[in-house]
């Protein structure tokens, strides 16, 4: 057991581990259910990419629910092969928001480049999901892998040439975002903690929950069109 993970609580017989861990976990999980509660009830005109923004927000509230309860808070009761829900859950949610970022420049690139590189995001995330669900390979390591390679490989250089080429707000705001996730990345890796009730994973979720706000507003911007009732 890792020594700077939080103290166990007991309820009476019941088991809740990593308390703050989970709770933060959650907290990421209900902003990701705000993101897509703001587009399921939008009544504006959308973009093509709109579909795509808002199952990524759907994944992740149910993979961050998972990951809370399933992969922290009740340990004690399933295995810890229910971490993988989680880890397939923002695999998706990363796949179908590179779907949405190449839907943006679809137009800019052409077919048959649009056609390439939605082969090889499809391609990456097929590979990805079956290391994480294969008990031989299957470790943080590789949602954490899939992850990188989602934004940084795909979703990052696809909101550059989408800026560069239409000075997009939206993707300019991305474009910050992606480059802001490698912090929760670092304080995860660099196990940076405070104590055993605030450690490297509450820090990470808690940046991880600015990461998710700030996505609901760049994809908003992107998805949600000027003449809608509902932009921010």
């Avoid at 007991?10 to 990593?18: A, I, K």
């Avoid at 093509?48 to 340990?75: D, M, N, P, R, V």
Wanted: aromatic residues 18%; positive net charge; glycine residues 6%.
């Amino acid at each position: 057991m890792d020594e700077i993970l939080n103290p166990t609580l007991f309820l009476g017989n019941f088991e809740f581990r990593e308390p703050v861990t989970s709770l933060t976990d959650f907290f990421v999980a209900i902003i990701a259910f705000v993101g897509f509660l703001k587009f399921y009830t939008f009544k504006g005109t959308k973009s093509e990419s709109f579909i795509y923004f808002k199952i990524y927000f759907l994944c992740f509230a149910i993979g961050l629910t998972s990951a809370a309860w399933l992969g922290h808070g009740l340990q004690a009761y399933v295995g810890p092969e229910f971490k993988r829900v989680g880890w397939v859950c923002a695999a998706t949610g990363f796949l179908f928001f590179g779907l949405a970022s190449l839907v943006e420049i679809k137009k800019l690139v052409g077919k048959a480049y649009y056609s390439i590189l939605r082969f090889l995001f499809f391609g990456q995330y097929l590979v990805l999901v079956f290391l994480m669900l294969n008990p031989s390979t299957s470790s943080f390591i590789m949602a954490q892998l899939s992850t990188t390679i989602s934004l940084i490989v795909f979703i990052f250089p696809i909101h550059i040439y989408n800026y560069l080429k239409t000075n997009t707000k939206g993707s300019l705001i991305i474009i910050f975002i992606v480059i802001y996730s490698i912090l929760p990345g670092i304080t995860y890796n660099k196990q940076i903690s405070i104590n055993r009730w605030f450690n490297y994973h509450d820090i990470s979720h808690v940046l991880m929950a600015i990461f998710m706000a700030s996505m609901i507003i760049g994809t908003s911007k992107l998805a949600m069109l000027k003449n809608s009732t509902n932009e921010i």
